[in-house]
């Protein structure tokens, strides 16, 4: 059997990913049980939504396995925050205050190249010199730093009138911030709603975004308790749905629709972009292959009375691009003029619906 000491001791080499230190040292060990049944150990963090609270737990157990052996049985690994007396005397930092725009990037299902959009959307309107940001809602399936080949990015925490924020990566004119900037890109994110809406809650109040003409969240598919979380934490100005022509995407595309478009939620949708419209092979480019249907979101445009904002084409460079971080829209191609031109309509229904409507305001859901 081993003692506490013996654990504390092995539990010195896991260091914090934001802290740079070792949790022993930050007081995140509270309590160390050894017995014939394993070894149970209390993790306790400063906050509640510590976004590194999932990896911290794996590497404990592989540390503890390293170290002691495989055989080591873990009974228990427990998180339990900390009490913090809140300091009345502080003010409540105002949300996002310096965003003009809050656009929701959507999809009804997964696989239809949401992420695609909107990352290359995002650089899209930088190009055309508006300040933009990109905030990765897809917690438990972030692509967003592969795309922007920053996959071992780790954003630096500054405090600022005695308030941590976070530094968003900026690269190719975009503020970026994701949950696969906190944790192991080989780890599986196995969070509970809660956690992963107060993880969201953490990027937005405490990146520092600073001013901006657009904020884009790539959401995850479907509708969940992110897309709540997020009408709930800011007024979002409009909805981009994004589908494939195929009549399983737009089922569920339409599914995405009717939320926004909801009594409770009654955020504007901008319009629907169709992604893999056709496919266009690079040694024949004035040639379309409509292999996932025809005119499905032209359909649906009509049908439901949403704007079709652009047509994306499937070629191999979209998805190349995507895998080596280099999108697609920063070559002058006609997959990257596509997205250029999308960004212009984009600019224009956010103009027009700032003229034509009142400002979104916050959801309020009650239970």
Not at 12 to 37: C, N, R, W, Y
Not at 91 to 119: D, F, H, Q, W, Y
Not at 331 to 357: C, H, P, Q, Y
Request: proline share 6%; charged share 20%.
């Amino acid at each position: 059997m081993f003692s506490k000491d013996q654990i504390l001791k092995v539990l010195t080499k896991v260091i914090h990913p934001e802290k740079g230190k070792d949790i022993v040292s930050l007081g995140f060990i509270s309590e160390v049980e050894t017995g014939k049944d394993g070894i149970s150990i209390t993790v306790t963090p400063e906050k509640s939504n510590d976004p590194f609270i999932s990896s911290i737990k794996s590497s404990v157990t592989r540390t503890i396995k390293e170290v002691l052996g495989p055989d080591v049985i873990i009974k228990e690994i427990k998180v339990q925050p900390r009490t913090i007396v809140p300091k009345h005397h502080e003010k409540v930092r105002e949300v996002l205050p310096g965003v003009k725009n809050i656009i929701a990037v959507s999809s009804g299902k997964g696989g239809v190249g949401k992420t695609t959009i909107a990352v290359n959307l995002a650089i899209a309107l930088a190009r055309k010199g508006y300040a933009t940001g990109l905030l990765d809602a897809d917690v438990f399936g972030p692509s967003v730093p592969r795309m922007f080949d920053a996959a071992n990015f780790h954003p630096e925490v500054i405090n600022e009138n005695g308030a941590d924020l976070i530094k968003p990566l900026v690269k190719y004119g975009v503020k970026v911030l994701s949950t696969g900037f906190f944790v192991n890109s080989e780890d599986a994110v196995v969070w509970r709603g809660p956690m992963a809406s107060n993880f969201l809650k953490q990027l937005i109040t405490q990146g520092d975004w600073g001013d901006l003409d657009y904020l884009l969240f790539d959401l995850p598919p479907g509708t969940s308790d992110i897309h709540l979380t997020l009408v709930q934490e800011v007024p979002v100005t409009g909805a981009i749905v994004v589908s494939t022509p195929q009549e399983v995407a737009i089922a569920d595309a339409i599914k995405g629709i009717s939320m926004f478009r909801s009594e409770k939620i009654n955020v504007p949708v901008l319009g629907l972009v169709e992604n893999m419209s056709w496919f266009t092979p690079a040694e024949l480019p004035d040639n379309k292959y409509f292999i996932f249907g025809k005119e499905g979101c032209s359909l649906l445009s009509s049908k439901m009375n949403v704007p079709l904002l652009g047509q994306i084409p499937l070629v191999q460079s979209i998805c190349e691009g995507s895998d080596n971080g280099h999108p697609v829209v920063l070559d002058d191609s006609i997959t990257g003029n596509a997205f250029m031109a999308l960004a212009d309509k984009v600019i224009d229904k956010v103009n027009e619906r700032n003229k034509e409507l009142q400002p979104t305001i916050k959801v309020e859901i009650n239970k």
